[in-house]
């Protein structure tokens, strides 16, 4: 499910759907900066990456092993295959991309990490959201 930023919305998409969605990070190049800031606790050093219609700056955990994995078709598109693919392991915590134009796509941080299972039941649409197709209708 993604969930619109506003207007209590969301769309069902298939891992098929979203992985084809990150082809612009396919052939983007990563390079890891000395430059460091804290988020939610953790020590993280910026990295770019770059598409050729796409760019982030991502601020990535290097340090400490936060015991989490991605799914599959996170691990094989999009921005952590990016990181992989460039030899950075760690964690995204904070991400910003933006278009060819420099135009903001998308930003998102973490606030905070606590570790705990989490029943499949929290899982689910809050109350209030409509179902919509891919295009928002």
């Not at 770019?48 to 990535?60: E, F, L, N, R």
């Not at 991605?70 to 910003?96: C, V």
Request: aromatic fraction near 10%; charged fraction near 20%; include cysteine.
């Amino acid at each position: 499910y993604f969930l619109s930023n506003g207007g209590n919305k969301y769309t069902v998409v298939s891992s098929n759907d979203f992985s084809a969605k990150q082809t612009s990070w396919l052939d983007a190049a990563s390079s890891l900066n000395e430059e460091t800031k804290m988020i939610a606790g953790y020590k993280c050093k910026k990295v770019i990456i770059t598409g050729t219609t796409i760019k982030a700056i991502c601020w990535v955990n290097t340090e400490q092993q936060l015991n989490i994995s991605f799914p599959s078709f996170f691990q094989n598109s999009g921005i952590i295959a990016a990181l992989n693919r460039n030899n950075i392991n760690g964690i995204p915590m904070e991400i910003t991309t933006t278009d060819g134009n420099s135009n903001p796509l998308f930003s998102q941080s973490v606030t905070s990490v606590k570790p705990e299972k989490i029943a499949d039941s929290e899982f689910k649409i809050p109350a209030g959201y409509e179902k919509v197709n891919k295009e928002g209708k």
